[in-house]
């Protein structure tokens, strides 16, 4: 197992500098100290995988359940020894106390330095009992909201590695503060802050620290002068040593430099004139593909969106049919910091909710309006960084509704009160209708808002092709949400014994039940659901591995047998025969693919009860 960033740039810096003794507990130690350290280590790769399957869509819910599992730990009876086994040279030794300090192994590397995000305790008391805890405290940080977002968004969330945790005496420096071996905005010359005392005072933002360019280095005098002169020498040895610009971490005690620690500069430094931070806001479908232009490159995900929904967004402004706003957010954190009752943001929205996308790794996330800023700060966790996210309208509305046009120009409707993103991905029990310009209202539509939804569809069906269009009803308004294009032969309802035909076809085979999971509901209403297509399996995490692991225990395509058409379930179309739902959503994405790939498929209450798993049976969802 490679060695942690921080630690291995210490060691290297100490070629060329003072570093205190430092001390590593590494996995190693919590294996064999902590007695469930392995049972808990599982639980919590497994949360890790639902989040990267479900791209942070239930970010908040799944750090409660790492932060859960992080407490869980229990300390072996030979916890103690093993702390005073391994740190207690340091403990006879400091009288100022101990530094303890995260070490993950993706932590201070040359991508990403994850620089703030875990947790560093200083003036540790040097007894056993209070390093336990702190070792513990600090390990656990691994599991913080932003910790596990900014990993999210790196794409290192699940690397099967955890937190080391570094121990070191505690410098009661002079001064102490942080160096740059080069500022761009500044000019090529380095650039150093420091405070009077340890530096946690400057990094938590307590004291207000001095800053110095190394050119006006001469400004100083005595101690100031000599233990910065003495920083930006070893700053310029240590950018040598590591070839890249440098971030040093130190401390100046009795006229002695200690270098604390090393990491790369990953972001460039804030000009010290800007106080103000920034925030702009683009209308992603109103602005000009010269404005777009201006913006590029920007993620595939923002890209994706604009392309799928830019003619949608048209259609609906010619037609005066309703939707819901989307922006391009760029901000950075300083701008949330020093402007924290600034709502203009908020002001771009309607709904009640909004949808976040962070970015390619971090989707769809859904939290309340008033909560947006809140989540915005957490997210933007590097100070020097700008952000670019996506934030759309959650127009939620009180009914759900797909129509396509089907046989003899009339229009299908499906509706249920569970919402549009139940309806379709496949969770909800809904409604039917077939419909034209002479029906009568049907279910919660008057007959505005049932006129509006057979001109609408079969003006996209003239405009687009083949298409199926996703709304909401609130109240009597009509909100158009999105569109899909179709390349299946047709919607057919029923067959001879009146069951509800999913996808038309006949064939045989034994009967794999899937149960239902939260984990399954999760990944059904997550992003990493491809809407196009079929979603590769490797994107689906640990779930989907034991779910094709019993269709693949069967020596022929099983016909899955499962409550309802999940779009989670999409990867296994290629592996199975059939499948055979308890009730189902015609115009569902997975209805939608099983009609495409030719795959039968049969929703009837009466089936699915008279069936069991590994049954063979035989499937007749013709007309």
Not at 273 to 296: K, Y
Not at 332 to 354: C, G, K, Y
Not at 554 to 570: D, F, G, Q, T
Request: charged share 20%.
């Amino acid at each position: 197992m490679p060695l942690p960033g921080k630690y291995q740039n210490l060691m290297v810096a100490s070629e060329r500098t003072t570093v205190p003794p430092t001390i590593l507990l590494g996995e190693s130690f919590f294996s064999m100290s902590i007695e469930n350290y392995h049972v808990v280590n599982e639980a919590i790769e497994r949360v890790l995988h639902k989040i990267q399957a479900t791209s942070g869509a239930f970010l908040q819910d799944h750090v409660a359940e790492l932060r859960k599992l992080a407490t869980q730990l229990k300390p072996s009876t030979a916890f103690d020894d093993a702390v005073a086994q391994a740190v207690g040279k340091l403990l006879l030794n400091a009288s100022s106390g101990l530094a303890v300090r995260s070490a993950a192994v993706s932590e201070d590397n040359g991508n990403h330095s994850y620089a703030g995000l875990y947790k560093t305790l200083l003036g540790v008391p040097s007894n056993v009992e209070s390093v336990g805890k702190a070792v513990l405290e600090v390990w656990t940080s691994y599991f913080e909201y932003a910790a596990v977002a900014e990993r999210l968004s790196a794409g290192s969330l699940v690397d099967g590695l955890r937190m080391n945790v570094m121990v070191q005496p505690l410098i009661p420096a002079t001064i102490a503060g942080v160096a740059f071996s080069a500022s761009p905005q500044l000019g090529a010359g380095a650039q150093l802050e420091f405070v009077e005392g340890t530096g946690d005072a400057l990094v938590s933002g307590w004291k207000t620290p001095v800053l110095v360019n190394e050119e006006r280095l001469s400004e100083l005098t005595g101690v100031q002068e000599l233990a910065c002169r003495q920083v930006f020498e070893a700053t310029h040895q240590l950018r040598e040593l590591f070839g890249y610009e440098v971030d040093v971490e130190w401390a100046f005690l009795d006229d002695q430099l200690y270098v604390l620690q090393v990491r790369p500069i990953t972001t460039l430094v804030r000009d010290s004139d800007d106080d103000v931070g920034e925030l702009r806001i683009h209308d992603l479908f109103g602005m000009s593909e010269q404005e777009m232009q201006t913006l590029r490159p920007l993620p595939a995900y923002v890209e994706y969106f604009r392309s799928k929904r830019g003619p949608l967004f048209k259609f609906a402004a010619n037609r005066d049919v309703a939707v819901g706003g989307a922006k391009l957010v760029y901000f950075d954190n300083l701008f949330l910091t020093t402007n924290p009752d600034d709502v203009s943001i908020l002001e771009h929205f309607q709904a009640d909710q909004v949808i976040l996308d962070v970015n390619d790794n971090m989707r769809q996330i859904v939290l309340p309006k008033a909560k947006l800023l809140e989540e915005l700060r957490r997210i933007s966790s590097a100070s020097s960084r700008r952000y670019c996210v996506l934030i759309r309208d959650y127009l939620r509305g009180d009914v759900g509704v797909i129509t396509r046009v089907v046989a003899n120009d009339d229009v299908l409707v499906e509706y249920t009160k569970e919402g549009l993103l139940a309806l379709n991905r496949g969770g909800a029990k809904t409604d039917v209708a077939i419909v034209n310009e002479h029906a009568k209202p049907v279910g919660p539509f008057n007959p505005s808002a049932l006129a509006s939804l057979i001109s609408a569809t079969h003006v996209a069906q003239q405009t687009f092709g083949p298409v199926q269009l996703e709304w909401v009803l609130s109240g009597d308004r009509l909100f158009l949400i999105d569109m899909s294009s179709l390349s299946d032969a047709g919607v057919i309802m029923s067959n001879q014994s009146g069951d509800l035909v999913v996808s038309v076809g006949h064939v045989t085979g034994p009967i794999c039940l899937i149960e239902d999971s939260p984990e399954l509901l999760e990944l059904s209403d997550g992003p990493a659901v491809s809407l196009t297509g079929v979603p590769d399996i490797e994107t689906m995490g640990k779930t989907f591995d034991e779910i094709m692991r019993r269709i693949q225990d069967h020596k022929v395509p099983p016909i899955v047998m499962v409550s309802r058409p999940y779009a989670a379930l999409a990867p296994l179309i290629p592996h199975v025969a059939g499948f055979v739902f308890s009730g189902a959503a015609v115009l569902c994405h997975l209805a939608i693919l099983l009609r495409e790939r030719g795959v039968p498929a049969v929703a009837s209450e009466s089936i699915f009860e008279s069936l069991y798993d590994g049954v063979s049976y035989t499937l007749d969802a013709r007309p």
